[in-house]
């Protein structure tokens, strides 16, 4: 009985363990795993790092980069006041209407709105951005493999390129990204942004707080999850202990 | 009797007054309650109950994110993911759903591969096991349908993919992709049928689910050791001995399906899909889900066409004529030495081919698959029908209760006819 089960184990684990097969393509450099706060199943996010990230997003990456997935609001869960927020959101001036007389306006920001996107369609990012689409990052983290880890690489992976690498016209050389050949400009430079808790500016730093924002804003769920998924896998095992022992109980006259 | 009132036992007078006019109680009762069942059963028989878990599980999570998504190719990302941010414990559901349909497969797996193992598939069973592959297929198409929904770039390509397989069949092919597009290329309308079918195709399942069980109350279970039970002495009541040994199964795959939505929810999943779909960039290697990698390597290892898509489906298909492929009148693998290291090598083969659909379609990768593919068709179609004329099986034991009680009373009768041939 307990051979089959170790049999069964085996044969699932199998079929786990080949699923990211699946992913393992492109022959992209291998990316260094940073030791960020959420990953492990204890994981949670770093309130400060997000927030820093959050201002290197909006002062730097949101020129180019959307996140029409998020809102204002969503900003409270990182420990912002209702105060901050609404004052975040007041900073930008969006869109409503039509109003009474069928115009459209333009107001001021509030918490519920989405945060704004740089421009109205993908085809101005194109124009704006030498042919490039910057993409959204709503759900950045989840949509590259490695997720923040990526993202920090990415952003300090800048550098001169190999003497046999060829970079073409308006493009530049980054060790992470596929190909090697990024439109995207180095984007961090130490001392870009000012942070309140006077954090050091250094590309390290502003890379590690925007990955861990981005991770944040792809899997706002994920302490919740965590916390949850803790909590139910103690009552299962638990459960399991007690399902084995009536199952024991009952089959003890049957063997 | 031909008519009038059922003649009920059931002690609760409520319950009886119902019983008499509409048995299910009893029903439930004989089917379920005193159900004799083979006295034998190792871990292998919990799958048949974890899947039809599963299955209410994929309905009931299903339900409620159909309440809150929108099936339109300009909005359904963003629904998803708004399930995802905004819903009441919308992740919650979605990971249950998306993985949910990767426990599925990992149990249906499983319990596909006991069936082999253990014979179950030959007579009187051979219509079960029949029934058995229809869900499956069934299962196949829901899962495929479901992948596309969240109209991420590998729902989008591999739907374009999967369905521009079907115009490799001559003349009606173009006219099945248009069928099945909805237009002239993957789009809304593409998006609108599959939703509509995604929530249809779980409702056959149950229907065919319920046929699988019906032919199996009729012929009962097969059990490991392939020998028919021959009085009560081989068998147990399904309740309260299979019910606690299921309850059992049922905790630890909670615990590994918990495992998976609240600690990996995306690991099965491709980083790929949560690009929104777009129809003017191809992702460098479109790949299924992970359940599909098999049969989609076996589509990549032939180099024609329609020859890959007929062997595709030929290696599901195959499996219908399963019990006429092995005429081997032995049941279990247990007393089948050659067949069991073939089987063996069979389930190798398709985890290789598992392995080789998810990486890129180049050498060394398409030759593995080849020699993978040879032996998975080999197998059924040369492999199993020449054992069943020249394997000599062990000998079988007397019966079951023999085995599993080394030595319990036989009955009148049973002795006399010591080796089971079905």
């Known amino acids: 009985m307990l051979r089959t089960s170790l049999k069964a184990l085996a044969i699932l684990g199998g079929l786990l363990a080949a699923a990211p097969a699946a992913q393992a393509a492109e022959g992209a450099a291998h990316i260094p795993n940073q030791g960020f706060s959420f990953q492990g199943p204890f994981g949670v996010y770093d309130r400060a790092s997000a927030q820093r990230g959050f201002q290197v997003y909006s002062q730097v990456c949101s020129a180019c980069?959307?996140?029409?997935?998020?809102?204002?609001?969503?900003?409270?869960?990182?420990?912002?006041?209702?105060?901050?927020?609404?004052?975040?959101a007041s900073q930008v001036q969006v869109q409503d209407g039509p109003n009474d007389e069928g115009q459209m306006f333009e107001r001021p920001g509030r918490p519920s709105d989405r945060f704004r996107s740089p421009f109205p369609n993908p085809q101005a990012a194109r124009a704006a951005n030498n042919g490039a689409l910057p993409p959204?990052?709503?759900?950045?983290?989840?949509?590259?493999?490695?997720?923040?880890?990526?993202?920090?690489?990415?952003?300090?992976?800048?550098?001169?390129?190999?003497?046999?690498?060829?970079?073409?016209?308006?493009?530049?050389?980054?060790?992470?990204?596929?190909?090697?050949?990024?439109?995207?400009?180095?984007?961090?430079?130490?001392?870009?942004?000012?942070?309140?808790?006077?954090?050091?500016?250094?590309?390290?730093?502003?890379?590690r707080d925007v990955a861990t924002f981005l991770q944040w804003a792809a899997e706002p769920e994920l302490e919740l999850r965590h916390s949850m998924g803790i909590k139910i896998i103690v009552f299962l095992l638990v459960l399991a202990g007690l399902a084995?022992?009536?199952k024991r109980k009952i089959w003890a006259n049957a063997h | 009797m031909a008519s009038g009132l059922h003649n009920s036992d059931i002690p609760n007078p409520v319950l009886r007054w119902i019983?008499?006019?509409?048995?299910?109680?009893?029903?439930?009762?004989?089917?379920?309650?005193?159900?004799?069942?083979?006295?034998?059963?190792?871990?292998?028989?919990n799958f048949g109950a974890l899947a039809m878990v599963n299955l209410m599980i994929m309905i009931a999570t299903g339900i409620f994110l159909a309440m809150h998504y929108t099936p339109h190719s300009s909005m359904a990302f963003d629904s998803v993911e708004r399930i995802m941010r905004d819903v009441n414990f919308g992740w919650l559901l979605r990971y249950v759903h998306a993985n949910g349909a990767s426990m599925f497969f990992i149990v249906v797996y499983i319990h596909i591969w006991r069936g082999m193992y253990y014979g179950s598939y030959k007579a009187p069973r051979e219509l079960l096991w029949?029934?058995?592959?229809?869900?499956?297929?069934?299962?196949?198409?829901?899962?495929?349908?479901?992948?596309?929904?969240?109209?991420?770039?590998?729902?989008?390509?591999?739907?374009?993919?999967?369905?521009?397989?079907?115009?490799?069949?001559?003349?009606?092919?173009?006219?099945?992709?248009?069928?099945?597009?909805?237009?002239?290329?993957?789009?809304?309308?593409?998006?609108?049928?599959?939703?509509?079918?995604?929530?249809?195709?779980?409702?056959?399942?149950?229907?065919?689910?319920?046929?699988?069980?019906?032919?199996?109350?009729?012929?009962?279970?097969?059990?490991?050791?392939?020998?028919?039970?021959?009085?009560?002495?081989?068998?147990?009541?399904f309740h309260p001995y299979y019910t606690a040994k299921d309850s059992f199964g049922l905790v630890i795959y909670f615990i590994v399906f918990a495992g998976l939505v609240f600690f990996a929810p995306n690991y099965l999943g491709h980083p790929d899909?949560?690009?929104?779909?777009?129809?003017?960039?191809?992702?460098?290697?479109?790949?299924?889900?992970?359940?599909?990698?098999?049969?989609?390597?076996?589509?990549?290892?032939?180099?024609?066409?329609?020859?890959?898509?007929?062997m595709m489906f030929g290696s599901i298909l195959v499996w219908f004529v399963l019990p006429w492929l092995d005429r081997s009148p032995v049941r279990s693998m247990r007393f089948r030495p050659i067949a069991r290291?073939?089987?063996?090598?069979?389930?190798?083969?398709?985890?290789?081919?598992?392995?080789?659909?998810?990486?890129?379609?180049?050498?060394?990768?398409?030759t593995i698959s080849r020699f993978a593919a040879a032996y998975y068709f080999a197998y059924f179609l040369v492999i199993l029908p020449l054992l069943s004329r020249i394997e000599k099986p062990l000998p079988l034991p007397e019966s079951i209760s023999r085995a599993v009680l080394g030595g319990g009373p036989l009955p009148a009768g049973a002795a006399a006819k010591p080796m089971e041939k079905a």
């Open chain 1, 65 to 88: 980069h959307a996140m029409h997935l998020m809102s204002y609001r969503n900003l409270r869960d990182l420990g912002l006041t209702e105060q901050q927020v609404a004052a975040i």
């Open chain 1, 136 to 207: 959204d990052l709503s759900v950045i983290a989840k949509a590259r493999e490695g997720g923040a880890n990526y993202i920090y690489a990415l952003l300090t992976g800048y550098g001169d390129p190999p003497p046999d690498v060829h970079i073409a016209e308006g493009m530049h050389y980054n060790a992470y990204f596929p190909g090697h050949q990024i439109a995207m400009a180095r984007p961090l430079n130490p001392d870009q942004v000012e942070f309140a808790d006077h954090t050091p500016a250094t590309v390290e730093n502003m890379a």
């Open chain 1, 244 to 246: 084995y022992a009536v």
């Open chain 2, 19 to 45: 019983d008499q006019r509409m048995p299910i109680f009893t029903m439930m009762q004989k089917e379920y309650g005193s159900f004799p069942t083979p006295r034998n059963f190792n871990y292998f028989w």
């Open chain 2, 130 to 237: 029949m029934l058995g592959v229809v869900i499956f297929l069934l299962m196949m198409a829901t899962a495929f349908m479901g992948y596309v929904l969240p109209w991420g770039q590998m729902s989008f390509w591999g739907a374009t993919v999967i369905t521009n397989l079907f115009s490799a069949f001559p003349l009606v092919g173009e006219w099945i992709v248009t069928l099945l597009w909805g237009g002239f290329s993957v789009d809304n309308a593409t998006l609108n049928r599959f939703f509509s079918l995604h929530y249809l195709l779980p409702f056959v399942i149950v229907g065919v689910v319920f046929l699988h069980i019906v032919a199996l109350h009729i012929t009962g279970s097969n059990n490991p050791l392939g020998i028919e039970p021959k009085g009560p002495q081989d068998t147990l009541p």
């Open chain 2, 273 to 310: 899909n949560y690009i929104p779909a777009d129809p003017l960039v191809t992702p460098a290697h479109i790949v299924p889900e992970w359940y599909f990698l098999p049969f989609y390597a076996i589509l990549r290892a032939v180099p024609d066409k329609l020859g890959g898509v007929l």
């Open chain 2, 341 to 366: 290291i073939c089987f063996l090598l069979w389930t190798v083969s398709f985890l290789v081919l598992l392995w080789c659909g998810g990486k890129p379609a180049e050498e060394p990768y398409v």
